[in-house]
């Protein structure tokens, strides 16, 4: 099996802006590689104490193999359960709460999981593998309709109603089962490729679906301000403008109508160039970070 090196995202602008005491108690709520969670250890103390939650069990159980450190906690759950998880842990209130959006290298590169559109993987796509829907039910079960709807609205498809039509044209004839027979699908109705791939809005839509990622967002938001205490920092990655637009919403939302919040940076942190030649990943990558009052 290939090793998978996991590079966080903006790291230290993330740890910066998430200023935390010695002391603090703060919530890592998309776990993923750790990495976040690890510069974060760096600045507590011995006293400080990160809970890391993720709601893909597999990467907690990595975690609970690679991080020997008593300050963590572990904690399976998504964004919705976020106080719920944490209260049960006994913490009522936070010094800060971090949220780093998407999905993360490890899952992409396990072809077993099925988020990427070069896998010869049954179409899954779950962050958590106990939801009931795959993206497989998705492309072999919705109308026409429905799925040209999701691409449209979840990947910002130009082409997603000759997409969708040629699902259902390939479905009638067999079972969609695979990650690149979907991909083979969508490079037909662009007859061509360019440097990036022409499935890649169809896979993030299906993948949006089927972990229900921007409802999960907006209950997420509203969960970690309700967990911080006055003077809590919560930031935010987000990777693409559905997420970034609901994070931004929020926090003006929150500012000009509650006043229960205010923005640490009126305009987003991007990663610096030596970043995006590291990591390619984060080129679409924005930081956002807000206190609570």
């Known amino acids: 099996m290939t090793t998978v090196v996991h590079i966080p995202v903006l790291s230290q602008e993330l740890v910066d802006l998430l200023n935390p005491v010695p002391d603090g108690v703060y919530l890592d709520a998309t776990f993923g590689g750790g990495g976040h969670t690890r510069e974060l250890l760096r600045r507590l103390g011995p006293d400080g104490i990160v809970v890391v939650m993720d709601r893909d069990r597999e990467a907690l159980e990595r975690a609970a193999l690679g991080m020997d450190d008593p300050r963590v906690r572990y904690v399976h759950g ?31 590169k396990d072809e077993s999981r099925g988020f990427s559109f070069r896998s010869t993987a049954p179409l899954d796509m779950r962050m958590d593998r106990s939801l009931p829907l795959t993206a497989a039910d998705i492309v072999n079960g919705w109308s026409e309709r429905e799925i040209a709807r999701i691409l449209k609205e979840f990947g910002e498809e130009k082409k997603a109603l000759q997409i ?24 037909r109705v662009y007859r061509r490729r360019g440097r990036i791939h022409p499935a890649t809005k169809t896979f993030q839509a299906l993948r949006i679906a089927v ?83």
């Open 78 to 108: 998504s964004f919705s359960e976020m106080a719920e998880k944490v209260r049960a842990l006994g913490f009522e209130e936070l010094d800060g709460v971090i949220m780093d959006l998407g999905i993360s290298m490890m899952q992409m």
């Open 164 to 187: 969708a039509r040629e699902i259902v044209k390939q479905r009638k004839r067999e079972r969609i089962e695979t990650c690149v027979q979907l991909s083979a699908i969508v490079e």
């Open 211 to 293: 972990n229900d990622e921007l409802t999960q967002l907006s209950e997420g938001l509203s969960n970690a301000v309700s967990i911080l205490k006055k003077g809590g920092r919560l930031c935010v990655i987000t990777y693409h403008s559905l997420e970034d637009r609901i994070v931004k919403r929020f926090i003006l939302a929150s500012e000009r109508q509650e006043g229960s919040l205010v923005r640490l940076n009126k305009k987003p942190i991007t990663p610096l160039w030596d970043e995006q030649r590291r990591n390619p990943s984060s080129r679409s990558a924005k930081l956002r970070g807000v206190e609570k009052l």
